[in-house]
């Protein structure tokens, strides 16, 4: 079992998907937090249950699971129903991931969690033994909005401004990955981190 735990976060188009599949690419497991927020509200869970206690079975379609889109509906300009919302999903989103890295083989275990600042940081995930954030200036940010999503400056600066401040993010890393180069710059990146995590997860288990 893995147990060494190192979270990838990162603003939007800041390329966190990017640096976690060159991670998997190099053999370690990718536990994914979107991945956990799905399982959390499959039919028969306690999750969706506890989803329908609280705002009704509005919120189900035709087939019994979750409508998203009826979801996002109702909390997004209500913060206490999305505060009720997340109260139900974080904690075991939380849990589906701790047990993902004490059970995952390797060295070391990548979770994907883009929304990390916004969540609680290291607070709410006292498990984490390293935190990376993927980092580019909000101008970059910015620009690749506009390309990827083809979206227009005002939609995709709402869609930066929605997101935790880059400062906080900052704040709350043990490394950074600057992806701001070229593709292999970013490949040599994860390489160099993928040896540091390596080596610091065998150190762990010598201190144990």
């Known amino acids: 079992m893995a147990g060494y735990c190192v979270a990838i976060t990162g603003g939007v188009a800041s390329g966190k998907s990017e640096v976690t599949r060159r991670f998997a690419e190099l053999g370690v497991t990718i536990a994914d937090a979107d991945v956990a927020a799905r399982v959390a509200v499959e039919p028969e869970t306690t999750g969706l249950a506890e989803i329908v206690a609280t705002f009704g079975a509005q ?3 035709r087939a ?3 409508d998203r889109g009826a979801m996002r509906r109702r909390v997004f300009n209500d913060p206490d129903a999305r505060e009720q919302l997340e109260a139900i999903i ?3 989103v939380r849990a589906h991931l701790q047990g993902e890295c004490a059970s995952a083989p390797g060295a070391y275990v990548v979770v994907a969690i883009p929304l990390l ?8 995930y006292p498990w984490l033994d390293r935190i990376v954030v993927v980092d580019v200036p909000v101008e970059v940010q910015h620009a690749r909005l506009m390309q990827r999503d083809d979206t227009d400056a005002a939609l995709a600066m709402r869609m930066i401004e929605a997101q935790a401040r880059r ?3 900052l704040a709350i890393a043990d490394d950074v990955l600057v992806n701001t180069g070229s593709l292999s710059e970013l490949d040599a990146h994860v390489a160099a981190l993928d040896r540091r995590f390596v080596s610091l997860a065998a150190a762990k288990d010598t201190a144990i």
């Open 90 to 92: 974080h904690p075991r």
């Open 167 to 169: 400062d906080a993010r």
């Open 64 to 66: 019994g699971r979750l």
């Open 117 to 124: 600042a916004e969540g609680g940081g290291r607070a709410a």
């Open 59 to 61: 919120v189900l379609d």
